[in-house]
């Protein structure tokens, strides 16, 4: 057996019989000996490994046609604290009771040292059919049991499946009034054959085997919680590994965050010599009691080893562990979870585990809300935006902040909240590229700015209404800066509306501001370009606002660096 494989049968070894069943229903509420607040489901963790039903559905209901009431397990944590009370531990019994708010603390005195939580309102009566399903946390069904007590046959398909499997025949002819049922051995053979009703009132044993009126379950292991309150593994000794040295601790995700291109540090440590791998997965990191596998050592597992898409950094155990940090280039984005494992005999289970580190690379950012209203700039220092680029070339010169305005146009070397598009102010101004006109928010929607991918700083224009028009008259477009070439770019040009008015002007280009000169308006054309010899030449549309690219199909124009320190243009 290879040493990758090894691992993974180590793993699985505790994970593969992983089940919680339903074990025991008591459906007829405080008509019984000793009188209970009301009617409960037991679950059984017939693992050794603590489960999180957090976000775990139970399904329940009575009679063939009964309406399902669904109740959705909180997940409550408390690490440090002992276990969360969503949490079955290994070989242990779950009690969801009647009554109380759903996830509140069981109060019933019958049930005194029993793991569980109140569940709220329940269907059931002590002279219904009884029927619940138990639901994880992806949608796959756990487990599924329907009970029905009656002389007519049972319907071809039971009751609300869920997905699972079920075999249904009649428990019994008439219910009585008794409702307490209980599985009868340890397995589950998705039947009824599973399960009896008990004859008498009774509340049955709640936290413990089923071993009364014909029932012969037997224990599966130690009832107990995990030595430790820990979550998620820690470096140690003879396993270490950290990115930029980040480490959560025992209780929470040890997660970071980096942009396309970083150098990140990763920190290799452990007993050297010893065979190793770095285990990947891109699913996330899991806790102890959300999906991972706690060893018998109590060493925490915290990747899902049924993932598909767990593989090895290097191939399976094949290189020996040297302590060692080095520089790691983000090329690309991905998502990661990241745990090293290293074989260590004399050690209780084998191997030494590290920390587990889920680690982002991205490259680009969500849509950060921009200025609003009417006539409004907002300086946007890049140095504060993550993963956008230090700084932007525009027209030979490097600005760390740009001015996004709500007039259509984003300024260089300061801000200017100037309506009235001219060409004398574009010529004396600061630089801008953009479609200027009197735009604003305060008509209709919104102006956004992102990293939209790397080195691309884009201002985003969405629905932006004309002052003094309807909101019925918006404009969609952006502006993109691309560090990486030194271009700019508008986009989406036909998405700019007409302006109602003949005699509202706007100047759709670019400018270097003050010290430009005036070539003259450029015809912009689909597939077209045109270059400026002179390099403070200004390239522009300046006509009714809107109309400027009318009847050309123009979408797009990308202006380009070119020798003479200006830009020249190509149209799409």
Known sequence: MTRSLWLAAALLASFASAQVLINEIHAQGPSASPALQ??????????????????????????????????????????????????????????????????????????????????????????????????????????????????????????????????????????????????????????????SQ???????????????????????????????????????????????GVSAGACALTELSRCVGAVVSVTIGGLAGAPFDVVLTAGNVVSATGGGLVLSSGQIFNLNIADPTLTYAFGGFTSPLFPVTLPYT?????????????????????????????????????????????????????????????????????????????????????????????????????????????????????????????????VNYNGIGYIGQTAATVSTFSIAFDTNTNTVAMNNLSGIAPHPLATTLGYLGITKGAGATDPGATTFAVAGSGTYPNGTDMSYAFAQAGTQLAGTGVNQIIWVPNLSLGYDWVAY
Not at 221 to 232: D, E, F, I, R
Not at 411 to 417: E, F, N, Q, V
Not at 427 to 432: E, P, Q
């Open 198 to 244: 008990d004859a008498t009132a009774n509340v049955g044993t709640p936290g413990a085997p089923n071993t009364t009126l014909g029932a012969t379950q037997t224990s599966t292991g130690v009832c107990t919680a995990p030595s430790s309150a820990s979550l998620y593994q820690l470096n140690q000794a003879n396993a270490a590994f950290d990115i930029d």
């Open 330 to 458: 983000l090329a690309f984005p991905l998502d990661l979870s990241l745990q090293l494992a290293a074989i260590t005999p004399g050690a209780p289970d084998g191997i030494s585990l590290s920390q587990a580190t889920r680690l982002h690379a991205t490259a680009t950012t969500p849509s950060i809300a921009g200025p609003a209203g009417d006539d409004v700039s907002l300086t946007v220092n890049l140095a504060n935006v993550s993963c956008a680029p230090p700084s932007i070339n525009f027209w030979g010169t490097s600005f760390s902040n740009m001015h996004v305005t709500t007039n259509g146009r984003v300024t260089m070397g300061g801000a200017d909240t100037a309506y009235t598009a001219t060409l004398a102010a574009a010529m004396a101004g600061v630089g801008f590229v953009g479609h200027w006109v009197d735009y604003g928010t305060t008509v209709a929607g919104s102006v956004t700015y992102a990293v939209t991918a790397p080195g691309v700083m884009t």
């Open 38 to 195: 009301g009617d409960y489901v037991e679950l059984r963790n017939t693992t050794g490994n603590p489960i999180d039903l957090g976000g775990w559905q139970l399904k329940i209901w009575a009679n063939d046609t009964g309406t399902v009431t669904t109740k959705t397990i909180p997940l409550q944590a408390a690490c440090g604290s002992g276990l969360a009370s969503s949490v079955i531990p290994g070989h242990c019994f779950y009690v969801l009771q009647e009554g109380g708010t759903l996830g509140g603390s069981l109060t019933d005195p019958v049930l005194a040292g029993v793991q569980g939580m109140r569940m709220g309102s329940s269907p059931w009566a002590a002279t219904a059919s009884i029927g619940a399903a138990l639901v994880n946390a992806q949608g796959a069904c756990v487990d599924y049991v329907y009970l029905r007590r009656s002389v007519l046959p049972p319907p071809a398909t039971p009751p609300n499946l869920s997905g699972c499997a079920f075999t249904l025949v009649n428990i019994a002819t008439s219910a009585g009034s008794n409702g307490h049922f209980k599985r009868l051995v340890n397995t589950d053979t998705n039947t009824v054959a599973d399960w």
